[in-house]
Every structure is written in C-alpha cells, then in structure tokens.
C-alpha cells in the first residue's frame, strides 16, 4: 500500500489548493483597567447579558469600531504657543473693550472720546496680532 501525503499546495505556485483550510487569525490580547466610576454604567448591562467583561466588551468594541473617532494628538509647536500667546492677550483686550462700551452704552453715557477710544483699542490689536502673527492689513 502506498501512503498518501497531504498536499502543500500547488508547487509551481507556491499557494494552497483551494480545499486547504485557512488558519485561524491571531488574535491579540488587549487589557487595561478603568475606575470603577467608569465601569458603573456599564455593570448592569454585563450582568443582564450573561457573558464574562471581556466577551461583553469584546462585542461593544466590535460592533462601535466605525463610530470611533479617532484623531492624531497634536504636538504644540513653538510657534503654536506664540501664537496661542497673542490671540490670548488679544482676546483678553477685546473682552475688557466690550464690557467697557456696553456699561457705557447701558448707562446712556457714550461719549465720542469713549468711541474714538474703543476704535484706537481695536486698531491696536489688529496691529499687535499683524505684528507678531504676520498677515496683511
């Protein structure tokens, strides 16, 4: 009797014969913990489902993986620092313009000098932030 060997797949090719059977993927074990605050929403619908954390988890995360948003973290620059630096004074001054001109205007006393005054503040900014950000006027 002469004894058959199993096929390796095709031998010119190199690939499997289609009968072969695909091994199973690899999986990949992922752990991590979670304060227990954080795991309370989720106690009740673990018990109710009957299966263990890890398979509950398993299927939340398979079946939310495209409702993920993912995003790549955003590493500051020097310059984006500056920036934020600028933008930050600038919006400090206008805010304190603002409550300036509107208890003016509140109280009914709005003067050309507090106008003229406002208008000078603004100019000023814009010509800090051209400054320092670059830009046209």
Do not use: C, W
């Not at 499997?16 to 993927?25: G, H, I, L, N, W």
């Not at 603002?98 to 003229?116: D, H, I, M, P």
Request: aromatic letters at 8%.
């Amino acid at each position: 009797m002469q004894k058959q060997q199993k096929s390796k797949g095709d031998k010119k090719t190199g690939q499997d014969s289609p009968r072969a059977k695909a091994a199973p993927e690899k999986s990949v074990v992922i752990s991590f913990r979670i304060p227990e605050s954080a795991y309370e929403p989720y106690k009740e619908a673990v018990l109710k489902s009957g299966l263990p954390r890890s398979e509950f988890f398993r299927r939340l995360f398979d079946e939310n993986i495209n409702k993920v948003v993912i995003s790549e973290k955003k590493i500051h620059t020097e310059d984006y620092n500056k920036y934020l630096h600028y933008v930050g004074k600038a919006s400090n001054n206008l805010n304190q313009l603002a409550k300036l001109l509107n208890t003016a205007e509140k109280s009914g006393r709005v003067t050309k000098t507090q106008y003229l005054s406002g208008l000078n503040t603004l100019n000023s900014i814009r010509l800090m932030l051209l400054s320092k950000l670059g830009g046209r006027g």
